[in-house]
Protein backbone atom coordinates (compact mmCIF):
# COMPACT_ATOMS: atom_id res chain seq x y z
CA UNK A 1 0.00 0.00 0.00
CA UNK A 2 1.20 3.28 -0.97
CA UNK A 3 2.50 5.63 1.81
CA UNK A 4 0.70 8.64 2.45
CA UNK A 5 1.48 11.54 -0.03
CA UNK A 6 3.68 14.26 1.42
CA UNK A 7 2.09 16.99 3.38
CA UNK A 8 2.76 20.43 0.94
CA UNK A 9 1.75 22.40 4.47
CA UNK A 10 5.21 21.45 5.51
CA UNK A 11 6.61 22.93 2.55
CA UNK A 12 4.45 25.59 1.21
CA UNK A 13 5.57 28.45 2.48
CA UNK A 14 9.77 28.03 2.20
CA UNK A 15 9.58 26.89 -1.49
CA UNK A 16 9.30 28.13 -4.56
CA UNK A 17 6.70 27.31 -7.03
CA UNK A 18 8.91 25.64 -9.46
CA UNK A 19 10.24 23.56 -6.80
CA UNK A 20 6.40 22.90 -5.67
CA UNK A 21 5.46 21.87 -8.72
CA UNK A 22 8.02 19.11 -8.95
CA UNK A 23 8.65 18.12 -5.11
CA UNK A 24 4.87 18.26 -3.71
CA UNK A 25 2.47 14.92 -4.12
CA UNK A 26 5.16 12.42 -3.86
CA UNK A 27 5.83 9.11 -1.95
CA UNK A 28 8.07 9.72 0.71
CA UNK A 29 11.77 9.01 -0.09
CA UNK A 30 12.24 5.39 1.50
CA UNK A 31 13.60 2.45 -0.24
CA UNK A 32 11.00 0.65 -2.96
CA UNK A 33 8.70 3.79 -2.90
CA UNK A 34 7.89 5.14 -6.26
CA UNK A 35 8.92 8.36 -7.46
CA UNK A 36 5.68 8.78 -8.66
CA UNK A 37 2.03 8.29 -6.99
CA UNK A 38 0.46 4.80 -8.50
CA UNK A 39 -2.69 5.10 -10.94
CA UNK A 40 -5.10 3.77 -8.32
CA UNK A 41 -7.41 2.04 -10.58
CA UNK A 42 -10.73 1.28 -7.95
CA UNK A 43 -14.25 1.88 -7.38
CA UNK A 44 -13.94 0.79 -3.45
CA UNK A 45 -12.06 0.34 -0.78
CA UNK A 46 -11.57 -1.62 2.37
CA UNK A 47 -14.77 -0.74 4.81
CA UNK A 48 -14.29 1.68 7.88
CA UNK A 49 -11.28 4.17 6.74
CA UNK A 50 -11.22 7.44 5.19
CA UNK A 51 -11.93 6.88 1.82
CA UNK A 52 -14.83 4.06 2.01
CA UNK A 53 -15.99 4.78 -1.56
CA UNK A 54 -14.22 6.01 -5.23
CA UNK A 55 -16.64 8.70 -5.59
CA UNK A 56 -15.63 10.32 -2.55
CA UNK A 57 -11.56 9.76 -2.89
CA UNK A 58 -8.83 8.22 -4.46
CA UNK A 59 -4.84 8.67 -3.92
CA UNK A 60 -3.98 9.59 -7.16
CA UNK A 61 -6.84 12.63 -7.00
CA UNK A 62 -5.07 13.65 -3.67
CA UNK A 63 -1.35 13.99 -4.94
CA UNK A 64 -2.83 16.20 -8.00
CA UNK A 65 -4.68 18.12 -5.15
CA UNK A 66 -1.94 18.36 -2.87
CA UNK A 67 0.43 20.08 -5.67
CA UNK A 68 -2.06 22.40 -7.20
CA UNK A 69 -2.97 23.12 -3.67
CA UNK A 70 0.27 24.09 -2.88
CA UNK A 71 0.99 26.20 -5.87
CA UNK A 72 -2.59 28.20 -5.72
CA UNK A 73 -2.18 28.73 -1.76
CA UNK A 74 -5.33 26.59 -0.67
CA UNK A 75 -7.08 23.01 -0.53
CA UNK A 76 -7.84 22.23 -4.29
CA UNK A 77 -10.28 19.67 -5.57
CA UNK A 78 -10.23 17.82 -9.18
CA UNK A 79 -13.21 17.81 -10.87
CA UNK A 80 -13.92 15.69 -14.11
CA UNK A 81 -13.89 18.95 -16.35
CA UNK A 82 -13.38 22.89 -15.78
CA UNK A 83 -17.34 22.80 -16.55
CA UNK A 84 -18.19 20.49 -13.88
CA UNK A 85 -15.75 22.66 -11.79
CA UNK A 86 -17.89 25.79 -12.87
CA UNK A 87 -21.03 24.41 -11.83
CA UNK A 88 -20.33 23.21 -8.60
CA UNK A 89 -19.64 26.38 -7.26
CA UNK A 90 -22.78 28.29 -9.11
CA UNK A 91 -24.59 25.56 -7.22
CA UNK A 92 -23.38 27.02 -4.06
CA UNK A 93 -25.43 30.36 -5.04
CA UNK A 94 -28.86 29.77 -3.10
CA UNK A 95 -32.41 29.83 -5.10
CA UNK A 96 -32.85 33.52 -5.97
CA UNK A 97 -29.77 34.83 -5.60
CA UNK A 98 -27.79 36.70 -8.25
CA UNK A 99 -24.37 36.21 -9.40
CA UNK A 100 -22.13 39.55 -11.17
CA UNK A 101 -19.76 37.93 -14.17
CA UNK A 102 -17.88 39.13 -16.93
CA UNK A 103 -19.92 39.61 -20.23
CA UNK A 104 -16.84 38.04 -21.46
CA UNK A 105 -16.17 35.33 -19.79
CA UNK A 106 -15.26 31.82 -21.12
CA UNK A 107 -18.76 31.06 -23.22
CA UNK A 108 -19.37 28.05 -21.37
CA UNK A 109 -19.64 29.99 -18.10
CA UNK A 110 -21.62 32.32 -19.25
CA UNK A 111 -23.95 29.56 -20.98
CA UNK A 112 -24.09 27.70 -17.58
CA UNK A 113 -25.31 31.01 -16.06
CA UNK A 114 -28.03 31.93 -18.59
CA UNK A 115 -29.09 27.88 -18.17
CA UNK A 116 -29.83 28.52 -13.92
CA UNK A 117 -31.32 31.34 -15.27
CA UNK A 118 -33.75 30.36 -17.57
CA UNK A 119 -34.81 27.60 -14.75
CA UNK A 120 -35.08 29.99 -11.89
CA UNK A 121 -32.16 29.39 -9.95
CA UNK A 122 -30.26 32.41 -9.59
CA UNK A 123 -30.02 35.94 -11.72
CA UNK A 124 -26.90 36.59 -13.52
CA UNK A 125 -25.79 39.79 -14.19
CA UNK A 126 -22.96 40.49 -17.06
CA UNK A 127 -20.41 43.75 -17.06
CA UNK A 128 -17.58 45.20 -18.56
CA UNK A 129 -14.73 43.45 -15.42
CA UNK A 130 -11.98 46.15 -16.54
CA UNK A 131 -14.61 48.77 -15.60
CA UNK A 132 -14.02 48.47 -11.65
CA UNK A 133 -16.40 51.35 -10.62
CA UNK A 134 -19.17 49.61 -12.90
CA UNK A 135 -18.57 45.98 -11.48
CA UNK A 136 -18.62 48.23 -7.53
CA UNK A 137 -22.29 49.82 -8.41
CA UNK A 138 -23.54 46.49 -9.83
CA UNK A 139 -22.04 45.21 -6.30
CA UNK A 140 -23.73 47.48 -4.25
CA UNK A 141 -26.65 48.27 -6.13
CA UNK A 142 -28.20 44.87 -5.29
CA UNK A 143 -28.33 43.21 -2.14
CA UNK A 144 -29.02 39.49 -3.71
CA UNK A 145 -26.05 39.34 -4.96
CA UNK A 146 -24.01 36.20 -3.92
CA UNK A 147 -21.11 35.64 -6.31
CA UNK A 148 -18.70 38.11 -7.92
CA UNK A 149 -17.95 35.77 -11.11
CA UNK A 150 -13.88 36.68 -12.23
CA UNK A 151 -11.83 35.72 -15.45
CA UNK A 152 -8.80 37.63 -15.86
CA UNK A 153 -7.73 37.43 -18.37
CA UNK A 154 -10.75 36.98 -20.10
CA UNK A 155 -11.68 34.20 -23.04
CA UNK A 156 -10.51 35.38 -25.73
CA UNK A 157 -10.89 39.05 -25.05
CA UNK A 158 -8.04 39.06 -22.88
CA UNK A 159 -9.43 41.83 -20.51
CA UNK A 160 -7.74 42.39 -17.19
CA UNK A 161 -9.99 42.63 -13.99
CA UNK A 162 -8.40 44.32 -10.78
CA UNK A 163 -8.85 41.67 -8.62
CA UNK A 164 -7.41 42.90 -5.29
CA UNK A 165 -9.66 46.09 -5.80
CA UNK A 166 -12.56 43.85 -6.30
CA UNK A 167 -12.35 41.40 -3.73
CA UNK A 168 -11.29 44.50 -1.72
CA UNK A 169 -15.37 45.63 -2.54
CA UNK A 170 -17.11 42.32 -2.66
CA UNK A 171 -15.45 41.71 1.72
CA UNK A 172 -16.73 44.94 2.42
CA UNK A 173 -20.48 43.32 1.22
CA UNK A 174 -20.47 40.07 2.84
CA UNK A 175 -20.16 38.43 -1.29
CA UNK A 176 -17.88 35.83 -1.86
CA UNK A 177 -15.49 36.13 -5.48
CA UNK A 178 -14.38 33.39 -7.65
CA UNK A 179 -11.60 33.82 -9.94
CA UNK A 180 -11.43 31.64 -13.46
CA UNK A 181 -7.32 31.15 -13.36
CA UNK A 182 -7.41 29.19 -16.42
CA UNK A 183 -5.38 31.65 -18.42
CA UNK A 184 -3.11 32.89 -15.00
CA UNK A 185 -2.34 29.37 -14.15
CA UNK A 186 -0.73 29.76 -10.40
CA UNK A 187 2.21 30.64 -11.70
CA UNK A 188 1.65 34.21 -12.85
CA UNK A 189 -1.49 35.13 -10.75
CA UNK A 190 -2.66 33.93 -7.39
CA UNK A 191 -6.05 35.16 -6.63
CA UNK A 192 -6.00 33.82 -3.00
CA UNK A 193 -3.36 35.81 -1.99
CA UNK A 194 -5.15 38.68 -4.08
CA UNK A 195 -8.40 38.36 -1.50
CA UNK A 196 -10.21 36.15 -3.50
CA UNK A 197 -12.32 33.38 -1.78
CA UNK A 198 -12.39 30.52 -4.88
CA UNK A 199 -10.17 29.91 -7.63
CA UNK A 200 -11.02 27.61 -10.82
CA UNK A 201 -9.41 25.76 -13.52
CA UNK A 202 -9.96 24.19 -16.68
CA UNK A 203 -7.10 21.92 -15.88
CA UNK A 204 -7.65 20.76 -19.47
CA UNK A 205 -5.65 24.54 -20.71
CA UNK A 206 -2.01 24.86 -19.15
CA UNK A 207 -2.25 22.63 -15.90
CA UNK A 208 -2.47 19.21 -18.18
CA UNK A 209 -0.71 20.74 -20.84
CA UNK A 210 -0.51 18.54 -23.42
CA UNK A 211 -4.59 18.32 -25.16
CA UNK A 212 -4.62 14.85 -23.74
CA UNK A 213 -6.82 14.91 -21.00
CA UNK A 214 -9.90 16.85 -19.87
CA UNK A 215 -10.25 18.34 -15.89
CA UNK A 216 -11.34 20.57 -13.47
CA UNK A 217 -10.19 22.21 -10.24
CA UNK A 218 -10.99 24.32 -7.79
CA UNK A 219 -8.89 25.81 -4.60
CA UNK A 220 -9.82 27.61 -1.83
CA UNK A 221 -8.68 29.03 1.40
CA UNK A 222 -11.63 28.47 3.81
CA UNK A 223 -12.29 25.15 5.27
CA UNK A 224 -16.13 25.82 5.34
CA UNK A 225 -16.52 26.25 1.63
CA UNK A 226 -14.01 23.56 0.92
CA UNK A 227 -16.38 21.55 2.42
CA UNK A 228 -19.65 22.56 0.71
CA UNK A 229 -17.58 22.16 -2.60
CA UNK A 230 -16.61 18.39 -1.83
CA UNK A 231 -20.06 17.49 -0.08
CA UNK A 232 -21.25 18.79 -3.77
CA UNK A 233 -18.36 16.62 -5.61
CA UNK A 234 -19.37 13.35 -2.96
CA UNK A 235 -22.85 13.73 -4.45
CA UNK A 236 -23.23 15.23 -7.70
CA UNK A 237 -20.52 12.54 -8.34
CA UNK A 238 -18.70 14.65 -11.29
CA UNK A 239 -14.83 13.34 -10.63
CA UNK A 240 -12.30 12.69 -12.61
CA UNK A 241 -10.64 9.34 -13.35
CA UNK A 242 -7.45 8.07 -12.22
CA UNK A 243 -5.65 8.19 -15.30
CA UNK A 244 -6.62 11.32 -16.50
CA UNK A 245 -5.77 12.95 -12.63
CA UNK A 246 -2.15 11.37 -13.27
CA UNK A 247 -1.92 12.87 -16.66
CA UNK A 248 -3.30 16.24 -14.99
CA UNK A 249 -0.13 15.82 -12.09
CA UNK A 250 2.47 15.05 -14.98
CA UNK A 251 1.77 18.11 -17.08
CA UNK A 252 1.45 20.01 -13.60
CA UNK A 253 5.23 18.66 -13.01
CA UNK A 254 6.49 21.10 -16.14
CA UNK A 255 3.84 23.74 -16.22
CA UNK A 256 6.41 26.23 -15.30
CA UNK A 257 9.17 25.26 -18.01
CA UNK A 258 6.23 24.80 -20.47
CA UNK A 259 4.77 28.27 -19.59
CA UNK A 260 8.04 29.86 -19.92
CA UNK A 261 9.10 29.06 -23.08
CA UNK A 262 5.30 30.00 -23.96
CA UNK A 263 5.29 32.95 -22.79
CA UNK A 264 8.54 34.21 -24.30
CA UNK A 265 7.11 32.97 -27.90
CA UNK A 266 3.86 35.28 -27.24
CA UNK A 267 5.78 38.22 -26.61
CA UNK A 268 7.79 37.68 -29.46
CA UNK A 269 4.70 36.87 -32.01
CA UNK A 270 2.45 39.93 -30.36
CA UNK A 271 5.50 42.25 -31.26
CA UNK A 272 5.50 40.89 -34.88
CA UNK A 273 2.16 40.82 -34.93
CA UNK A 274 1.44 44.16 -34.64
CA UNK A 275 3.76 45.47 -37.40
CA UNK A 276 1.91 42.73 -39.82
CA UNK A 277 -0.50 45.09 -41.90
CA UNK A 278 -2.77 42.45 -42.37
CA UNK A 279 -3.24 42.97 -38.32
CA UNK A 280 -5.88 45.99 -37.46
CA UNK A 281 -4.81 45.22 -33.70
CA UNK A 282 -3.16 42.59 -31.42
CA UNK A 283 -4.58 41.95 -28.00
CA UNK A 284 -1.76 40.53 -25.57
CA UNK A 285 -1.97 41.45 -21.49
CA UNK A 286 1.32 41.42 -21.45
CA UNK A 287 1.57 37.68 -19.98
CA UNK A 288 0.84 34.07 -20.11
CA UNK A 289 0.49 32.57 -24.05
CA UNK A 290 -2.80 33.73 -25.78
CA UNK A 291 -2.32 35.79 -28.03
CA UNK A 292 -5.36 37.57 -29.79
CA UNK A 293 -4.74 39.27 -33.01
CA UNK A 294 -7.78 41.43 -34.38
CA UNK A 295 -7.29 40.72 -37.85
CA UNK A 296 -8.53 44.46 -40.60
CA UNK A 297 -10.15 41.86 -42.83
CA UNK A 298 -12.25 40.57 -40.79
CA UNK A 299 -14.55 37.08 -40.25
CA UNK A 300 -13.35 36.49 -44.39
CA UNK A 301 -9.51 36.97 -43.08
CA UNK A 302 -9.39 35.04 -39.89
CA UNK A 303 -10.87 31.99 -41.78
CA UNK A 304 -8.56 32.09 -44.48
CA UNK A 305 -5.68 32.17 -42.05
CA UNK A 306 -6.91 29.59 -40.30
CA UNK A 307 -6.52 27.26 -42.97
CA UNK A 308 -3.95 28.20 -44.41
CA UNK A 309 -0.74 27.27 -42.31
CA UNK A 310 0.95 24.08 -41.58
CA UNK A 311 2.21 24.32 -38.57
CA UNK A 312 -0.70 26.42 -36.50
CA UNK A 313 -3.73 23.24 -35.98
CA UNK A 314 -6.90 24.36 -36.07
CA UNK A 315 -8.73 23.60 -33.18
CA UNK A 316 -10.31 24.79 -30.36
CA UNK A 317 -9.04 24.29 -26.72
CA UNK A 318 -6.00 25.96 -25.52
CA UNK A 319 -2.59 25.73 -23.40
CA UNK A 320 -0.80 22.43 -24.89
CA UNK A 321 2.29 22.58 -25.98
CA UNK A 322 1.44 22.79 -29.56
CA UNK A 323 0.22 25.84 -31.21
CA UNK A 324 -3.67 25.96 -32.21
CA UNK A 325 -5.60 28.67 -33.09
CA UNK A 326 -9.45 29.45 -33.97
CA UNK A 327 -11.30 32.69 -34.97
CA UNK A 328 -13.84 32.65 -31.78
CA UNK A 329 -16.74 34.36 -33.70
CA UNK A 330 -17.18 31.02 -35.69
CA UNK A 331 -18.82 30.24 -32.23
CA UNK A 332 -22.69 31.23 -32.26
CA UNK A 333 -22.17 31.64 -28.50
CA UNK A 334 -19.55 34.07 -28.85
CA UNK A 335 -21.13 37.35 -28.07
CA UNK A 336 -21.26 40.43 -31.06
CA UNK A 337 -18.83 42.69 -28.34
CA UNK A 338 -15.93 40.03 -29.70
CA UNK A 339 -14.92 41.39 -33.11
CA UNK A 340 -15.47 39.14 -36.04
CA UNK A 341 -11.65 39.50 -37.31
CA UNK A 342 -10.20 38.27 -33.50
CA UNK A 343 -8.23 34.97 -33.79
CA UNK A 344 -7.21 33.50 -30.58
CA UNK A 345 -3.59 31.92 -30.75
CA UNK A 346 -2.67 29.59 -27.53
CA UNK A 347 1.01 29.73 -28.16
CA UNK A 348 2.82 26.74 -28.06
CA UNK A 349 6.12 25.48 -27.38
CA UNK A 350 7.93 25.37 -30.60
CA UNK A 351 10.99 27.63 -32.04
CA UNK A 352 9.34 30.66 -32.46
CA UNK A 353 10.70 31.34 -35.72
CA UNK A 354 9.10 28.24 -37.35
CA UNK A 355 5.84 29.40 -35.84
CA UNK A 356 6.54 33.19 -37.28
CA UNK A 357 7.21 31.47 -40.81
CA UNK A 358 3.90 29.78 -40.68
CA UNK A 359 2.02 32.75 -39.42
CA UNK A 360 3.37 35.19 -41.76
CA UNK A 361 3.56 33.27 -45.50
CA UNK A 362 0.07 32.86 -44.45
CA UNK A 363 -0.79 36.79 -43.40
CA UNK A 364 1.02 37.85 -46.39
CA UNK A 365 -1.93 35.86 -48.32
CA UNK A 366 -4.78 37.43 -47.13
CA UNK A 367 -5.69 40.24 -49.98
CA UNK A 368 -6.00 43.41 -48.02
C1 LIG B 1 -11.96 25.75 -21.32
C2 LIG B 1 -12.35 26.70 -20.24
C3 LIG B 1 -13.30 26.35 -19.27
C4 LIG B 1 -14.05 25.03 -19.31
O1 LIG B 1 -13.22 23.95 -19.06
P1 LIG B 1 -13.44 22.46 -19.69
O2 LIG B 1 -12.28 21.73 -19.14
O3 LIG B 1 -13.46 22.62 -21.17
O4 LIG B 1 -14.76 21.96 -19.17
C5 LIG B 1 -13.55 27.26 -18.26
N1 LIG B 1 -12.93 28.46 -18.21
C6 LIG B 1 -12.02 28.84 -19.14
C7 LIG B 1 -11.37 30.17 -19.04
C8 LIG B 1 -11.70 27.96 -20.18
O5 LIG B 1 -10.81 28.35 -21.11
Not at 82 to 89: K, P, R, S
Not at 267 to 276: K, Q, S
Not at 284 to 294: D, E, L, S
Not at 329 to 340: F, H, S
Request: glycine share 10%; proline share 6%.
Amino acid sequence: MAAPAHDPSTTAPALRPATLAVTVGRPPHDPDQPLNVPITMTSTYGATGDLEYGRFGNPTWSAFEETLGALEGGRALAFSSGMAAVTTILDLVGTGGSVIAPRHAYNGSVGALADAESRGRLRATLVDTTDTAAVVAALRGDEDVALLWLESPTNPALEIADIPALCAAARELGIRVVVDNTFATPLLQQPLALGADIVVHSATKYIAGHSDVLMGAIVVADDEVYGALKGRRDLAGAVPGPFETWLALRGLRTLHVRLERAAANAVELARRLADHPAVAEVRYPGFGAIVAPVLAGGADAGDFLVRATSLWVHATSLGGVESTFERRRRWKVEPATIPEGLVRLSVGIEDVEDLWTDLKQALDRIDA
